[in-house]
């Protein structure tokens, strides 16, 4: 069967060498200038014009056959050889040959044959340079693919496919358009192992032994996508071809036109040394190339560009040597991205610009996967969602749990903290979108609106960052910085966040409630030796698909506090949550589970609702108890109000309870619980918040109970869920 075969590949083969060669211009031989070997050693064996009619371009070692329709003009063709084996060494199993002046866009395969050296004992290939571009980098990589061949009589058979673009991939920052294309091709033996795992390999035989190792690698990889992420390797339900070759550029990773994965040979030549750059370089192009197929043009839109590079930058760390990663290659260059706009829609922008805000992002995908807010398998119903017409950004939203107007200014929180990738504060210190500096006494009021155009308008989900430079060292020690934020609807989905900056240290000091924070005694703050505050006013409202802007106006006020005298005696509290959880242990079997509540009523399980007290200045501090046979609960509260009075700054709990019954025996229950920024409602005296916001406004809770049976720690919690009403309800009677 094989004799039979190879008979009739050779007879086809010389026919199509006849019928051609009637289809184009006499082959002329190189003249006396030309007969010498070129700057590259490259000896010139003919020149041939083929035109539409097609052609072919042949020596002794080396034919090209045209086949009618695939040019569009009169071209020509130069061939030229050497004897040269650097790029595959022993493998090398032909002259390199180099054809120049191919069109680009020739139409339909273009079969070649070369003569080949010796005997070829495996599958073998016709390596062929072309030219692709790095779809993360953006740079042009020469890449010798390997195309497959049949043995015809001491030739070895292939194709050229059809020219596209080269580098055709949605991420690539330039595109190359070059009219006509020089190729190297030169016959190798390859490799006898095809199929390993999820992936097709291809590669030269003396580097055979490479492909295990490689598949373990990949194989990682592939779990990590498919298995954690939920996306799916496969291009159009078949495996992965993956090319150990060469290139001209050392340790390349990247994809080629034709979706091939290809591995530069050098990476094996050193894989110790290389294996934490082949697992990460492999595992981003992987997880990009799964990505593209999710959508049904197997190319991602430019304007979905942000979200998969975000997720591939963030997806870094997945791929890496763990103790290995700090933040995504590139990070550093835009570490601002979110602050520009979840979308980022700005009609002026550059390529260059847009990969730069994707990359960028990625720390907000990490604040969710860290979070909690996202999960990793939910990457894969992103896709879904998109797949289902949503855009990004709405997909992803849709995805998160939680609202907007929580995780998107606890993102802020976080991350200008240095809580993520670890960006130094003078990042965010470096160019502000907008400065006040306090000199002297007259400078008591500033407003950051959209009129002054380094402010501007602000993106959906964004936010902007301002400086206030304390330099008045004389300041009134009653005065306190007023700080609001308001948009054309109020304050609702805008908040401030307001940093304290030292020896190159940012540190929280609070985040505005109902649109409104004090920092009090602003005087002790500079004697402190901090004379710098950052704010960030995040806009955490918009609707899909989030392109639009908003008017936003952040009011700064430098003021004596409220001279009201509080005159309440009494404090009654409900602290109601939807589910706190932490740590259960058995005492007597010594395990350890999870373990909680819900809903939790954490001010009282008895009868303690008031606490009696009086006010100093903007602060109250009451205490309370209650008793009722063996059970008695006692608590205190400190409760400080700023100086507008609408708003409760800072608020703790301790309480405690004791009890016994006959199934646990003696109970101890100790709770500390503290909360800031709970506005004023719309009865005065009472200060109050409702469901998903009471989660924003808790700031840790220590709930400790042990009995006879069990000790429980619990110091998570939860809002919003299942339809129970939390609350943070404190109301003050005279």
Request: glycine share 8%.
């Amino acid at each position: 069967m094989r004799k039979s075969k190879l008979f009739q590949g050779t007879l086809i083969f010389f026919l199509n060498i006849l019928i051609h060669l009637s289809c184009a211009e006499e082959p002329t031989s190189p003249s006396e200038e030309e007969s010498g070997p070129d700057s590259e050693g490259f000896t010139l064996e003919n020149t041939t014009t083929i035109g539409t009619g097609g052609g072919t371009v042949s020596s002794d070692e080396f034919s090209l056959i045209v086949p009618a329709g695939s040019f569009n003009q009169q071209t020509e063709i130069k061939l030229s050889s050497k004897e040269d084996n650097s790029l595959f060494g022993e493998d090398a199993a032909s002259k390199l040959f180099k054809l120049e002046g191919l069109p680009s866009d020739f139409t339909t395969p273009l079969r070649i044959a070369v003569k080949y050296d010796g005997t070829l004992e495996n599958v073998s290939y016709i390596a062929a340079s072309e030219e692709t571009i790095d779809e993360f980098t953006g740079e042009t990589v020469t890449i010798y693919d390997l195309k497959d061949a049949i043995d015809s009589s001491g030739f070895l058979v292939g194709y050229l496919e059809a020219s596209t673009a080269p580098g055709n991939y949605p991420l690539n920052l330039h595109k190359k358009t070059d009219s006509e294309i020089d190729k190297r091709i030169q016959a190798i033996e390859g490799n006898k192992m095809g199929e390993l795992g999820h992936f097709f390999y291809k590669c030269p035989k003396s580097l055979e032994s490479a492909i295990k190792p490689l598949s373990d690698i990949l194989e990682e990889n592939y779990d990590i996508i498919t298995n954690s992420l939920k996306i799916p390797v496969e291009v159009l339900g078949r495996k992965i071809t993956v090319e150990i070759t060469s290139t001209d550029k050392d340790y390349a990773i990247t994809f080629n036109q034709n979706d091939k994965l290809i591995i530069d040979r050098n990476n094996i030549a050193g894989f110790t040394d290389h294996k934490p750059e082949i697992k990460l370089q492999s595992g981003k192009h992987l997880l990009q190339i799964a990505i593209e197929y999710r959508y049904s043009s197997f190319t991602i839109p430019q304007e979905h560009l942000w979200l998969a590079l975000a997720i591939n930058a963030w997806a870094e760390e997945l791929f890496s040597t763990p103790g290995s990663f700090t933040y995504p290659i590139d990070f550093d260059k835009n570490p601002w991205a979110p602050f520009n706009g979840i979308r980022f829609t700005d009609k002026d922008i550059t390529t260059i610009e847009d990969t730069l805000h994707g990359i960028g992002m990625s720390a907000l995908l990490k604040f969710l996967f860290n979070n909690n807010k996202l999960q990793m398998n939910q990457v894969g119903e992103i896709y879904e969602l998109i797949n289902q017409g949503k855009d990004p950004a709405t997909a992803l939203i849709e995805t998160i749990n939680g609202l907007k107007a929580d995780w998107w200014p606890d993102f802020f929180i976080h991350f200008v903290s240095g809580e993520i990738y670890n960006v130094s504060s003078d990042v965010f210190i470096e160019n502000p979108d907008g400065e006040w500096n306090i000199g002297d006494d007259n400078d008591v009021l500033k407003v950051l609106g959209p009129e002054d155009p380094e402010v501007g308008t602000y993106p959906d989900l964004s936010a902007k960052r301002f400086l206030v430079n304390l330099n008045h060292q004389n300041i009134d020690e009653t005065k306190n910085l007023n700080i609001s934020i308001e948009g054309e609807a109020g304050s609702e989905g805008l908040c401030a966040l307001v940093f304290s900056y030292k020896d190159g240290d940012l540190k929280l000091e609070g985040k505005s409630s109902s649109g409104r924070i004090e920092i009090q005694g602003i005087r002790n703050y500079y004697n402190n030796g901090i004379k710098q505050f950052l704010i960030v006013a995040v806009n955490s409202t918009g609707l899909p698909p989030y392109e639009n802007k908003s008017n936003v106006y952040l009011t700064l006020k430098v003021e004596a506090p409220s001279s009201n005298e509080l005159n309440y005696k009494y404090c009654h509290l409900n602290i109601d949550l939807d589910n706190i959880s932490g740590t259960s242990k058995n005492l007597e079997t010594g395990e350890t589970v999870a373990g909680g509540e819900s809903p939790a009523y954490l001010n009282s399980t008895l009868n303690l609702y008031w606490y009696t007290g009086s006010f100093t200045g903007n602060t109250f501090i009451g205490s309370g108890s209650a008793e009722v046979g063996n059970h008695t609960e006692t608590g205190e509260v400190t409760v400080t109000l700023n100086n507008s009075q609408d708003t409760v700054t800072s608020f703790k709990l301790i309480y405690d309870e004791k009890f016994t019954n006959d199934v646990t025996g003696q109970n101890t229950i100790n709770i500390e619980f503290k909360a800031e920024n709970i506005p004023l409602g719309d009865q005065q005296g009472i200060y109050e918040v409702y469901n998903s916001e009471v989660c924003d406004h808790v700031i840790s809770l220590n709930y400790h109970s042990i009995n006879d049976l069990y000790e429980n720690i619990f110091d998570q919690f939860n809002c919003g869920n299942n339809g129970f009403t939390d609350k943070i309800k404190l109301e003050f009677e005279e």
